[in-house]
């Protein structure tokens, strides 16, 4: 198989001796920069006889690759460009024809290995051209290029070459490349930023309930129930705890989900999953964040649920409802099981509602 004209030029213009590839007989070895060793043999080289001219003085010869850092050979196609009729000087359109370090996934596609990524931006060009045809002739699909912070100038090196942003982390920036005509089928970075909110009330009928030091003017003044974001990997149970401990340093116990809101375009486009959980507590001292919140208090829960704010918005008014509904005893809420699945062998929490093994107090008679 031929290589195409965009291969050809993904090559590059530059070249490095390959002279001794037109003696006959026996293995020969050329080697290059960046410690490549170009290896051939009666078996890997087509270049005796008749070949194919791709331009002026430039001929197609398939041969096989290997580098130092890798122990297969990597068969291709490749252009020689013959300076004299007896050959002696020919060269090569490539100073470095090596492939990026890579893992296969197992969507037949390829993951590039950040450790093993060129500390210099013109090899990295070069190499990332070469891996791409490599890929191409491979019938690889999508490839992830994840490229740590410490390697930030290559990324305009790999969006000429195609690439695309997939996400960003605060140590790296992951692209990825479609290599198959048609539609790209390689999954969109995170749709949902997930929120959690925590309803704590305690034996005298008072909800735990904060203000915010920093919200929309609309809300100046409203007393709400404790809210933030999950950390990566947490468990929702384990944020509700946490988020209530960190804004009101009261103790609490996750006792289930009773609701949550679905939401689109909150913040940069994303949607928006908040659960809210209902909370047993297990202290009573406030000790206000001053980071984030203004102040903290328990609040007569009529009181709370009186405010104008909550009264005005369908939203609050239906959490309110579930909550109130909840307690008396007329609703049950969603608690998490930890179960196994086969298809990826962990540890994960499916939320349902059993009043088997719920609290047996969820459902009045």
Not at 167 to 189: K, Q
Not at 203 to 229: H, I, M, R, S
Not at 301 to 316: A, R, S, T, W, Y
Request: contains cysteine; charged residues 25%.
């Amino acid at each position: 198989m031929l290589l195409s004209l965009m291969e050809l030029k993904l090559l590059g213009s530059k070249s490095v001796s390959a002279s001794s590839i037109f003696q006959n007989g026996g293995t020969t070895s050329s080697s290059f920069r960046h410690g490549v060793s170009i290896r051939f043999s009666p078996q890997l080289c087509s270049c005796r006889g008749v070949f194919p001219r791709v331009s002026e003085n430039a001929y197609l010869c398939k041969i096989g690759i290997g580098s130092s850092d890798q122990e297969n050979l990597v068969k291709g196609d490749y252009v020689y460009r013959i300076n004299e009729v007896n050959g002696a000087g020919s060269s090569i359109f490539s100073r470095n024809l090596r492939v990026l370090g890579f893992f296969d996934d197992e969507y037949d596609g390829v993951v590039v290995d950040p450790k093993r990524l060129p500390s210099d931006p013109k090899a990295f060009a070069s190499i990332l051209r070469f891996s791409l045809i490599h890929w191409r002739r491979m019938n690889k699909k999508g490839i992830w290029l994840k490229l740590p912070l410490e390697n930030a100038e290559l990324v305009p090196i790999a969006v000429k070459e195609g690439f695309k942003y997939h996400h960003a982390e605060p140590e790296y920036l992951m692209l990825t490349y479609w290599i198959p005509d048609g539609p790209c089928v390689l999954p969109g970075n995170a749709t949902h930023q997930v929120g959690v909110g925590g309803f704590v009330i305690n034996d005298n009928n008072e909800v735990l309930v904060v203000q915010e030091k920093y919200c929309n003017p609309a809300f100046a003044g409203l007393w709400k129930l404790p809210t933030g974001f999950i950390d990566e990997s947490e468990e929702i149970f384990k944020g509700a705890v946490r988020e209530v401990k960190e804004e009101t340093g009261v103790d609490t116990e996750f006792v289930e989900v009773i609701a949550f809101r679905h939401a689109h375009n909150v913040a940069f486009q994303k949607s928006d999953l908040f659960f809210i959980c209902m909370l047993k507590p297990l202290s009573t001292e406030i000790k206000v964040d001053d980071l984030e919140i203004k102040g903290a208090k328990w609040m007569p829960f009529m009181e709370f649920v009186k405010q104008p704010l909550i009264q005005g918005d369908c939203m609050f008014k239906k959490v309110i409802d579930i909550c109130i509904a909840r307690l008396r005893k007329r609703y049950c809420g969603l608690y998490p099981h930890q179960l196994v699945s086969a298809f990826d062998g962990q540890t994960s929490s499916l939320y349902y509602n059993d009043s088997d093994t719920q609290d047996t107090n969820c459902i009045g008679n």
